[in-house]
């Protein structure tokens, strides 16, 4: 089983399949294969400051969910990077650094955008 959170209203609900679009059970939307969580680690619900950097530009967020592999983030304002960039994720209370890619933006309501980061892997 798979679990999947829909980017719409973020219901958590569970898959046996692995790559399939699929409506969400909760509001419809049509969750995309490429937005499974297909991760394999599992996601911790965190709120923290972390930054962003690239090209000597520098943001603020709060994360929103952590993993392994990535970091889900929410910032009050557009969201600066494009969708694949590769960005330096600092989060001081979890002490990390690491570049990550950005593998999703969203913007959600007229002043906040989400964000999903991938770590690479040195």
Not at 7 to 36: Q, S
Request: glycine residues 6%; hydrophobic residues 35%.
């Amino acid at each position: 089983m798979l679990v999947n959170t829909c980017p719409r209203c973020e219901n958590k609900f569970y898959t046996a399949v692995t790559c399939a679009d699929i409506n969400c059970p909760y509001c419809g939307f049509l969750v995309k294969c490429t937005e499974h969580e297909a991760r394999g680690s599992e996601r911790h619900s965190i709120q923290k400051i972390c930054a962003l950097f690239e090209s000597g530009e520098q943001v603020f967020a709060h994360t929103t969910d952590i993993s392994e592999s990535g970091v889900g983030i929410t910032m009050e304002h557009e969201f600066p990077f494009y969708t694949g960039a590769i960005v330096n994720v600092k989060i001081d209370f979890f002490d990390i650094e690491s570049d990550a890619q950005v593998v999703w933006v969203k913007k959600s309501g007229p002043t906040l955008a989400k964000a999903g980061l991938k770590f690479r892997r040195a």
